[in-house]
């Protein structure tokens, strides 16, 4: 009973979830006016007036398209970095965990230099002194959050080490390679994923939070986060301005975070291990 | 004995130390590979253009084609003195900008924990022990809103209705505690949902332990159980978890302090980096290090102190 309510769950979660990238990412071709043409005669039109879906901020551009540019955006640059910071920390993990010795011992001092920061201290100080922009906001993200990755790797590389299994594969005659590709590799990968689509959403969070604060993407681009430090000022005339990005931010994160918690939910049970 | 923890002691301080030698290593190897460096600020900032003679002679002066280790070890000579340079942006004294606004840090980051354990020790424990009831499946509804959430979003949306709407409190932070109670408020009910959750996997655990049968067989009350025995043992990893929190705290504080205009190091992190201030970047990134991993020594003296266990 509880697997079939976590099967319905997961791919439910799962659903919604697509759907909504799929509109991000479809819609983008059918934007109804440009998201960076101001026109500041049609300024701070109320939603669903004069064509305009959810109305226009104080310069004049279509809310909704710049949302959905916006959108867009976000899911491209979050999914790149969680893609490098996956593969990178990974990388440096299995090395620490499998190698062991001094290149473990450097590897996870620099982990730790790296871990001393505060999270978003350290993104904010990388980005701010790279300067703003989508792509050093990324770099920052991505300096923050590979650290997490290399230690949970290292950590489950040295936990499978010691298998019965590998220790078979060795008194086989298998290289130590081979054995690090075809039987730990393969049961680090499921943990790892999850990690990752757990990360997408926090992920989302700090760029929307770097782009508030004028790194990551800034301003005239479609950022959620830099299209509510934008509105700010009209906090109290106009706070759809505000309110419309925070919705969509929130509504892409929640569906983010419960998808992956059903999906850790679902593979949990079904856990085995590749010999 | 004596002599092995010294000894113990002496490495664990070496490794501290390290770590934070490589803190500093890596600030200020970030101004260093900046596009922009020292020099293009100061010469932007006058407001004039400037052709590649003045950048180069500006870049001279400032001792900025010196080699990378002399830069850094000269920078390193005056931050072991505590004096980290003189802010672009307003030219004053860095280590005295910092020590002026971090008081104000330290306390809306008290405040804040203060709230959150106040509301989630009590509501995590009895989600524990009425796991799945109703209280619980409100709770994890909770988390996964607030975890969805951005900080400023929530900051703004509690500006606007608690100060413009309702007219609660003034949009500027008043001195004194009273500015400082929406922005640990916030901070603090934000941070609840996690631990909330925490705090019940915690308590869980607890409560499938040994002594909370034996306590109850000896006919001691379920209420007493929970609130004094339960209660004492959860405070352990807690303080953990604090540890763990005080470091996302001391960076989020940024967006809050700067959207409840609290002095503190946060909002003056924004502000240096709106206006390209690399020498307070690199000041506050080294401070915020030295300090998270200050909290987290003290949170592991406090934990041996209090499970003797822990070795």
Same mark, same amino acid.
């Given at each position: 009973m509880q697997n079939k309510k976590t099967k319905i769950a997961y791919f439910l979660s799962l659903a919604f979830l697509l759907v909504l990238l799929v509109f991000m990412l479809v819609a983008g071709f059918f934007?109804?006016?440009?998201?960076y043409a101001t026109n500041l005669s049609d300024?701070?039109?109320?939603?669903?007036?004069?064509?305009y879906l959810l109305g226009t901020d104080q310069l004049g551009r279509c809310i909704a398209c710049r949302i959905i540019a916006g959108g867009q955006q976000t899911i491209y640059s979050s999914m790149i970095v969680v893609a490098v910071v996956l593969a990178f920390g990974s990388i440096m993990g299995m090395l620490a965990g499998y190698s062991g010795g001094a290149i473990d011992s450097v590897i996870t001092k620099i982990t730790t230099v790296f871990q001393a920061f505060p999270g978003f201290v350290l993104a904010v100080a990388i980005a701010g002194i790279l300067g703003p922009g989508k792509g050093n906001g990324m770099i920052a993200l991505i300096l923050v959050y590979w650290t997490t990755y290399a230690r949970y790797s290292r950590s489950l590389v040295l936990n499978l080490k010691n298998n019965t299994f590998v220790r078979a594969a060795r008194m086989c005659g298998a290289g130590r390679v081979s054995i690090l590709i075809k039987y730990i590799l393969p049961n680090m990968v499921p943990p790892l994923l999850v990690t990752a689509a757990l990360d997408i959403g926090n992920v989302v969070l700090s760029m929307a939070g770097l782009s508030y604060l004028?790194?990551?993407?800034?301003?005239?681009?479609?950022?959620w986060g830099a299209m509510m430090s934008e509105s700010r000022r009209f906090l109290?005339?106009?706070p759809s301005l505000i309110v419309i990005p925070g919705i969509a931010l929130f509504i892409m994160v929640f569906l983010f975070n419960i998808c992956s918690d059903c999906a850790r939910n679902y593979y949990d049970k079904r856990g085995s291990f590749h010999e | 004995m004596k002599k092995n923890s010294i000894k113990k002691w002496g490495k664990k301080l070496l490794s501290a130390l390290v770590i934070v030698l490589g803190v500093t290593f890596l600030t200020f190897l970030l101004s260093y590979l900046s596009p922009d460096d020292a020099a293009v600020v100061k010469l932007s900032s006058m407001g004039t253009g400037y052709t590649q003679e003045m950048l180069d002679k500006t870049r001279e002066e400032m001792g900025l084609d010196r080699p990378f280790l002399e830069q850094y070890l000269d920078w390193m000579k005056n931050v072991i003195r505590l004096d980290f340079g003189?802010?672009?942006?307003?030219?004053? #004294?860095i280590t005295d900008m910092m020590l002026a606004a971090l008081p104000n840090t330290l306390k809306l980051t008290f405040l804040s924990l203060m709230v959150t354990l106040i509301i989630s020790l009590p509501i995590g424990i009895l989600c524990a022990y009425h796991p799945n009831g109703w209280l619980d499946s409100v709770m994890r509804l909770f988390s996964y809103f607030f975890s969805s959430l951005p900080s400023f979003f929530i900051s703004l949306i509690v500006l606007y209705y608690a100060c413009?709407?309702? #007219?609660?409190?003034?949009v500027m932070a008043e001195p004194g505690i009273r500015g400082f109670i929406l922005p640990a408020l916030v901070t603090g009910v934000s941070l609840s949902s996690w631990y909330i959750r925490q705090i019940r996997a915690i308590a869980l655990e607890q409560l499938s332990s040994q002594y909370v049968y034996s306590l109850y067989s000896r006919g001691i009350s379920r209420q007493r159980i929970l609130w004094k025995h339960v209660l004492k043992n959860c405070m352990l990893p807690v303080i953990t978890l604090l540890g763990v929190s005080i470091g996302g705290m001391l960076g989020g504080s940024a967006i809050t302090e700067s959207i409840f205009s609290v002095k503190g190091v946060g909002a003056l992190a924004v502000s240096a980096v709106t206006s390209r201030d690399y020498p307070f970047i690199q000041a506050y990134a080294a401070w915020m290090a030295a300090l998270y991993l200050l909290v987290n020594y003290l949170v592991d003296v406090a934990g041996r102190k209090l499970d003797p266990r822990i070795s």
């Amino acid at each position: 009973m509880q697997n079939k309510k976590t099967k319905i769950a997961y791919f439910l979660s799962l659903a919604f979830l697509l759907v909504l990238l799929v509109f991000m990412l479809v819609a983008g071709f059918f934007l109804k006016h440009d998201p960076y043409a101001t026109n500041l005669s049609d300024a701070f039109i109320p939603a669903g007036e004069e064509g305009y879906l959810l109305g226009t901020d104080q310069l004049g551009r279509c809310i909704a398209c710049r949302i959905i540019a916006g959108g867009q955006q976000t899911i491209y640059s979050s999914m790149i970095v969680v893609a490098v910071v996956l593969a990178f920390g990974s990388i440096m993990g299995m090395l620490a965990g499998y190698s062991g010795g001094a290149i473990d011992s450097v590897i996870t001092k620099i982990t730790t230099v790296f871990q001393a920061f505060p999270g978003f201290v350290l993104a904010v100080a990388i980005a701010g002194i790279l300067g703003p922009g989508k792509g050093n906001g990324m770099i920052a993200l991505i300096l923050v959050y590979w650290t997490t990755y290399a230690r949970y790797s290292r950590s489950l590389v040295l936990n499978l080490k010691n298998n019965t299994f590998v220790r078979a594969a060795r008194m086989c005659g298998a290289g130590r390679v081979s054995i690090l590709i075809k039987y730990i590799l393969p049961n680090m990968v499921p943990p790892l994923l999850v990690t990752a689509a757990l990360d997408i959403g926090n992920v989302v969070l700090s760029m929307a939070g770097l782009s508030y604060l004028g790194l990551g993407g800034a301003r005239p681009t479609a950022e959620w986060g830099a299209m509510m430090s934008e509105s700010r000022r009209f906090l109290q005339t106009n706070p759809s301005l505000i309110v419309i990005p925070g919705i969509a931010l929130f509504i892409m994160v929640f569906l983010f975070n419960i998808c992956s918690d059903c999906a850790r939910n679902y593979y949990d049970k079904r856990g085995s291990f590749h010999e | 004995m004596k002599k092995n923890s010294i000894k113990k002691w002496g490495k664990k301080l070496l490794s501290a130390l390290v770590i934070v030698l490589g803190v500093t290593f890596l600030t200020f190897l970030l101004s260093y590979l900046s596009p922009d460096d020292a020099a293009v600020v100061k010469l932007s900032s006058m407001g004039t253009g400037y052709t590649q003679e003045m950048l180069d002679k500006t870049r001279e002066e400032m001792g900025l084609d010196r080699p990378f280790l002399e830069q850094y070890l000269d920078w390193m000579k005056n931050v072991i003195r505590l004096d980290f340079g003189k802010s672009y942006r307003t030219s004053e #004294n860095i280590t005295d900008m910092m020590l002026a606004a971090l008081p104000n840090t330290l306390k809306l980051t008290f405040l804040s924990l203060m709230v959150t354990l106040i509301i989630s020790l009590p509501i995590g424990i009895l989600c524990a022990y009425h796991p799945n009831g109703w209280l619980d499946s409100v709770m994890r509804l909770f988390s996964y809103f607030f975890s969805s959430l951005p900080s400023f979003f929530i900051s703004l949306i509690v500006l606007y209705y608690a100060c413009i709407k309702w #007219n609660l409190f003034k949009v500027m932070a008043e001195p004194g505690i009273r500015g400082f109670i929406l922005p640990a408020l916030v901070t603090g009910v934000s941070l609840s949902s996690w631990y909330i959750r925490q705090i019940r996997a915690i308590a869980l655990e607890q409560l499938s332990s040994q002594y909370v049968y034996s306590l109850y067989s000896r006919g001691i009350s379920r209420q007493r159980i929970l609130w004094k025995h339960v209660l004492k043992n959860c405070m352990l990893p807690v303080i953990t978890l604090l540890g763990v929190s005080i470091g996302g705290m001391l960076g989020g504080s940024a967006i809050t302090e700067s959207i409840f205009s609290v002095k503190g190091v946060g909002a003056l992190a924004v502000s240096a980096v709106t206006s390209r201030d690399y020498p307070f970047i690199q000041a506050y990134a080294a401070w915020m290090a030295a300090l998270y991993l200050l909290v987290n020594y003290l949170v592991d003296v406090a934990g041996r102190k209090l499970d003797p266990r822990i070795s």
